[in-house]
Each structure stands twice: as structure tokens, then as C-alpha cells.
């Protein structure tokens, strides 16, 4: 019997599926654009559950690809672009109440075989273990072109309603148990067939169940407390992490979700190093890592606060990094590298650069730390907002005014460009028995985008320059998530993607 055993499979997309899924869509659509790679990426990225496809005998004949959002929240009359983010689905809302299903390609070969319905249930059951209010459709119309002289779109959709008139889209969703919500103008550019009309269908999951866990946020505040540290000579790592508790401490009474200590302040520990080298200071420096780490952990959960632990030289294999480490309040760790390294940092202490843009889950979402140089690439922070950072925290450490004002000047930049919240913490003061780290140079801040909900300067907080000092200052990612959509101006959302984009090959 197996020589007559053909196998069907319904499954979720992989990266490997990715130039099949872009052949399929060609194949199904010759007359519209069809998926970019980088597009098919995001989604995997994004929202891994709600891309599916059916494979036969090894061959990729069906897909479809969905995201969630909160549908009131859109205009009755949106497109395709709005609703998905010109296709990238970086809108997606894994707190939404409903499934948006933005594409279903069968390839033509395979009609009539009820690939689409699987793809359409496996939809419903998606939406029935996320416990999803509905799911919403655009959907097509494309027999519409052969009646435009006849009818109004309002009028094809009776007619096709009442199985006057089939049309392979709109019919096939009536039968899957969809209902006509609205018609839509000018959803897709690209579908002359449909006369860039779509009809707005849903279908609602009876066995949704309201949860008291999930509401409408009117707000959704963090607090950042920022570390102007104090660079001065001591005589013990006992001295440091005395120095460092007092500070998680002023933190944790202002409530802080996040205490940032700036980059290398550990080098604070080579005032009682007696090494002259400084290549060879920062590997006796390294010896310190475990003590360094234990510190923070401990700290992170005896205060209950998140700490971006500045950064600290770390010797890996042989090689010497400049790393961040994140110190959640639960006692987990991450960590990102540096990864554009200074001239300085080469010539002196022979650093290597990291290669990885990492993006961190916490109880206040999405963070990425950039480490002082990094910020001042602009890709960073747009591939850091595009794995769904929020916050960019960057420890810095810099000796004089304009290296300063660099950092400065590029974490603002930031936040405007990606509309993101920036922050930058700092050191100050001298430490004068320490080669290539004498003088220090900082004023830490808090920034925002530049737009009528945030402060007028787009800062919502800083420290008097060059004093030991803390900042203190909240955020909202609430504000921050309807800026993105409806700001005065929308630059995140305004990218030309046909005309650039950023290849990120990790």
C-alpha cells in the first residue's frame, strides 16, 4: 500500500521553506508583487505559530501567513499596508484579540484538493489555543474586474453573497464559515483584478473565553534609574561593591525597573592593580569577572530591580571583549558584546568586537544594549527595533566633551529615527593612578522621541554634567506604541523598504 500512500502535512513555516514560499506566491500571483525574503524573515521572527504551509511529497503546494493585533484599534478603512507594516507584520501584538490573516496562496496545480481549507483550519485551531477573539480577513475579490461596468463592488459582493455571481476568493471564504464586515478601497496597490478593492470578513472563535489577565492599557510605565558613577581610586573589590549596592539601593527605593551602571566602570578595580601595562591591566582586570557577575546577581535580586550591569572586559578563549550584562531581577543573565570597538580600545588593550545585535525579554518588554561606539551606527539600533526593542540602553564611557556629545547626539538620533527610548549612563571623575583611564567625562540622560506625547525637548530626564549623580525618570511604552501609529510624523513606519533595507546576517 505504500506505493500509493501520498502524505500531507500541515505545519508551521521554516527558514529553509522560505525561497519555495517565494516561488509559490510567484506562481499563485504572476501579475502582483510577490514575498521578499526579508519580509518571509520577519514573520518567522515575529510570529513563528501563525505561519503555515502544506507540503506533499516533499513539496511546499499551499501557505499562508497571519499576525495578531487589536482590530479596534485600526481604521475601519485601512489597507494592507497599515495592517501589516508593508508586510513585515513588526505591528504584531501578542496581547491582541485577533488573528489577521494577510495571505493564502494554493498552488494552482493543487486546487480543488481543499488546501486551502486545511490552511483555514489550521487558522481556527491556532485561534482557539490562543484563545483569539476572531479571525479577520482582507479578502480579494478578483471576478470584480469583469463586472466593474455592471455593478458596484458593494453590488458584486451581494451578488456573490446570494451565489449569483462565484468568485473564487470571496465564495470560498463564505463557505468556510466567514461573514462580510465592510468593503474596502484601495486595500492592495497591486491587485488591478480585484480593482484594489477587498472585502473585510471575520470569523469568530465560540469558544473564546474573556480573561480578567488581559485588558486595555492605558499606560504602561518603566522606570529607569541612571548611574553617573563616580571614577575614584579605592583599595579593594569589597571598596567596589560597596560602591555598587549603595547605588542598586537608590535605585530600588525610587522603584526603579532598570539601574544602568556605565561602560567599564570595573576598570575602577586597576586602582589597586599595581600593573603599569595597560594591555596587560585589563587581563589582570579580567580575573575579576566571576566576582563581578556574583556581585550583580545578587544585587539584581536582592533589590528586585533589573540592573544593565554597565560592562566589564572579559577574556574568552584567549581574546579580550568588551561586554554588557544583563541582570534580571528573577537571577537570570544575559549578555551582549561590543561590537564596534574604538581605536583607543584597540591600540591599548587589543579588544576584539563582538558580532551579534541581541535583543533581551523582560517584565517591561523588549531592551537592547549598545555599548558607547555601538550607538553611533544607526543599522544597530534599526535591527535592535526591528527584533522589537523598546528601550536601547547604552553604558558609556568617555574622556572628554565632544566624545560625549557624540554618544549623546547619536542615542537622540536614535529615538527619533526608530521611535525607540534611549538612555546613555556614564562616568565621571578621574582615576589617576590608572594608565589610558585618567579623566572621564558624562552627562547621562533619559530620551524620547520628538512628538507632541513626550517632553518638549524629547528628554525626560539628565544629570548635571560631570558630578557624581543618578537620574531618575519613566517611560511609557503604551504612549510609545500609539506614537508608532499615529504620530504627528511616523518614521518607523515610513521607511522606504523598496527603495533600501538592512541585511543583518546573524
Given at each position: 500500500m505504500s506505493r500509493f500512500e501520498k502524505r500531507v502535512i500541515i505545519r508551521n513555516i521554516r527558514n529553509e521553506d522560505i525561497d519555495k514560499i517565494i516561488e509559490l506566491s510567484k506562481k499563485c500571483f504572476p501579475k502582483m508583487n510577490s514575498w521578499k525574503r526579508d519580509q518571509l524573515e520577519s514573520h518567522l521572527d515575529i510570529f513563528p505559530e501563525g505561519q503555515f504551509c502544506v507540503e506533499l511529497e516533499g513539496e511546499i503546494i499551499g501557505s499562508c501567513s497571519s499576525?495578531?493585533?487589536?482590530?479596534?484599534?485600526?481604521?475601519d478603512q485601512h489597507t494592507w499596508d497599515e495592517i501589516t507594516d508593508k508586510g513585515y507584520i513588526t505591528n504584531h501584538d501578542p496581547e491582541?484579540?485577533?488573528?489577521?490573516?494577510?495571505?493564502?496562496?494554493?498552488d494552482p496545480n493543487y486546487r480543488r484538493m481543499k488546501i486551502g481549507r486545511?490552511?483555514?483550519?489550521?487558522?481556527?485551531?491556532?485561534?482557539?489555543?490562543?484563545?483569539?477573539?476572531?479571525?479577520?480577513i482582507g479578502g480579494r475579490i478578483p471576478n470584480y474586474n469583469k463586472?466593474?461596468?455592471?455593478?458596484?463592488?458593494?453590488?458584486?459582493?451581494e451578488e456573490v453573497m446570494h451565489h449569483n455571481i462565484y468568485d473564487p476568493v470571496l465564495t470560498f471564504q463564505v463557505m468556510n464559515g466567514f461573514t462580510l464586515k465592510r468593503v474596502n478601497k484601495n486595500y492592495l496597490d497591486d491587485d488591478k483584478a480585484s480593482m484594489k478593492y477587498a472585502t473585510l470578513m471575520e470569523w469568530n472563535n465560540v469558544d473564546y473565553q474573556p480573561t480578567s489577565k488581559r485588558h486595555f492599557k492605558t499606560s504602561f510605565p518603566v522606570r529607569i534609574c541612571a548611574i553617573q558613577y563616580m571614577m575614584k581610586k579605592i583599595h579593594s573589590f569589597?571598596?567596589?561593591?560597596?560602591?555598587?549596592?549603595?547605588y542598586a539601593d537608590v535605585g530600588a527605593s525610587y522603584q526603579s525597573d532598570f539601574v544602568v551602571f556605565p561602560e567599564i566602570f570595573t576598570t575602577q578595580l586597576l586602582s589597586f592593580i599595581e600593573e603599569k601595562s595597560p594591555s596587560q591591566a585589563i587581563r589582570r582586570l579580567t580575573e575579576y569577572t566571576e566576582d563581578y557577575i556574583s556581585l550583580f546577581t545578587s544585587l539584581a535580586i536582592k533589590y528586585n530591580v533589573n540592573i544593565i550591569g554597565g560592562s566589564h572586559f572579559v577574556e574568552e578563549e584567549g581574546d579580550i571583549y568588551n561586554i554588557a550584562y544583563l541582570f534580571r531581577r528573577d537571577g537570570t543573565i544575559?549578555?551582549?558584546?561590543?561590537?564596534?570597538?574604538?581605536?583607543?580600545e584597540r591600540k591599548y588593550w587589543g579588544i576584539h568586537g563582538g558580532d551579534k545585535v541581541e535583543v533581551f525579554d523582560t517584565d517591561c518588554g523588549k531592551i537592547a544594549i549598545q555599548i558607547c561606539y555601538d550607538i553611533e551606527f544607526p543599522e544597530l539600533a534599526r535591527i535592535a527595533t526591528e527584533k522589537g526593542a523598546n528601550i536601547i540602553f547604552t553604558?558609556?564611557?568617555?574622556?572628554?566633551?565632544?566624545?560625549?556629545?557624540?554618544?549623546?547626539?547619536?542615542?537622540?538620533?536614535?529615538?527619533?529615527?526608530?521611535?525607540?527610548?534611549?538612555?546613555?549612563?556614564?562616568?565621571?571623575?578621574?582615576?589617576?593612578?590608572?594608565?589610558?583611564?585618567?579623566?572621564?567625562?558624562?552627562?547621562?540622560?533619559?530620551?524620547?522621541?520628538?512628538d507632541?506625547?513626550?517632553?518638549?525637548?524629547?528628554?525626560?530626564?539628565?544629570?548635571?554634567?560631570?558630578?557624581?549623580?543618578?537620574?531618575?525618570?519613566?517611560?511609557?511604552?503604551?504612549?510609545?506604541?500609539?506614537?508608532?501609529?499615529?504620530?504627528n510624523v511616523t518614521p518607523w513606519r515610513d521607511r522606504r523598504k523598496d527603495l533600501y533595507e538592512i541585511k543583518y546576517d546573524c
Open positions: 499576525l495578531i493585533i487589536n482590530f479596534d484599534e485600526y481604521d491582541g484579540y485577533n488573528l489577521y490573516g494577510i495571505e493564502v496562496a494554493v486545511r490552511l483555514y483550519e489550521a487558522r481556527k485551531d491556532l485561534a482557539r489555543r490562543m484563545n483569539l477573539k476572531s479571525i479577520v463586472y466593474v461596468k455592471e455593478m458596484t463592488p458593494r453590488d458584486y459582493v569589597d571598596e567596589f561593591a560597596q560602591q555598587c549596592e549603595y544575559e549578555k551582549q558584546y561590543k561590537i564596534h570597538i574604538t581605536p583607543n553604558p558609556f564611557c568617555t574622556d572628554e566633551r565632544q566624545g560625549y556629545l557624540r554618544v549623546r547626539y547619536c542615542a537622540q538620533a536614535r529615538a527619533v529615527e526608530n521611535q525607540i527610548y534611549t538612555m546613555i549612563a556614564g562616568t565621571v571623575g578621574n582615576l589617576t593612578h590608572v594608565e589610558n583611564m585618567d579623566i572621564q567625562y558624562a552627562q547621562s540622560g533619559i530620551f524620547t522621541p520628538s507632541f506625547p513626550f517632553p518638549r525637548d524629547a528628554i525626560v530626564g539628565e544629570c548635571h554634567p560631570n558630578i557624581e549623580n543618578v537620574v531618575v525618570g519613566d517611560v511609557d511604552l503604551e504612549i510609545l506604541r500609539r506614537n508608532r501609529k499615529s504620530g
